[in-house]
């Protein structure tokens, strides 16, 4: 499985960005999806995630009302519209996709840098 995540960049505080991840997996809807960051000198830590159906969504407190995960199964791919962002937001961005309990694969991360 592979995964690529696209779409970090630098943004001004108060502005929006869209990151995407494709994945190289057959039965893509099947797999529940999230999207996580780190910040440097701190823990990874999640941020949203999406069921295979795409019917239930979960959000990381500090992002609800922000930012907004979903899918298009038909493109094996996920997405996260970050809005309103915060330079706390600054952050590497990892899309992984979850195996049984486990988050099992993870993509390489794209930078994302909201300044003040």
């Known amino acids: 499985v592979q995964l690529q995540a696209s779409g970090g960049g630098l943004v001004q505080a108060g502005g929006s960005l869209r990151l995407s991840c494709a994945a190289s997996?057959?039965?893509?809807?099947?797999?529940?999806m999230g999207w996580f960051r780190q910040a440097p000198g701190k823990e990874r830590e999640f941020v949203a995630s999406?069921?295979?159906?795409?019917?239930?969504?979960y959000y990381e407190d500090s992002v609800k009302g922000r930012f907004t995960i979903s899918r298009d199964n038909a493109k094996n791919s996920v997405y996260l519209q970050m809005n309103s962002l915060k330079p706390e937001d600054t952050a590497v961005y990892y899309c992984?996709?979850?195996?049984?309990?486990?988050?099992?694969?993870w993509g390489r991360g794209t930078q994302v840098t909201v300044s003040s």
């Open positions: 992984a996709m979850k195996r049984g309990t486990q988050y099992a694969y």
């Open positions: 997996v057959r039965t893509f809807s099947s797999y529940q």
């Open positions: 999406i069921t295979g159906s795409g019917f239930q969504k």
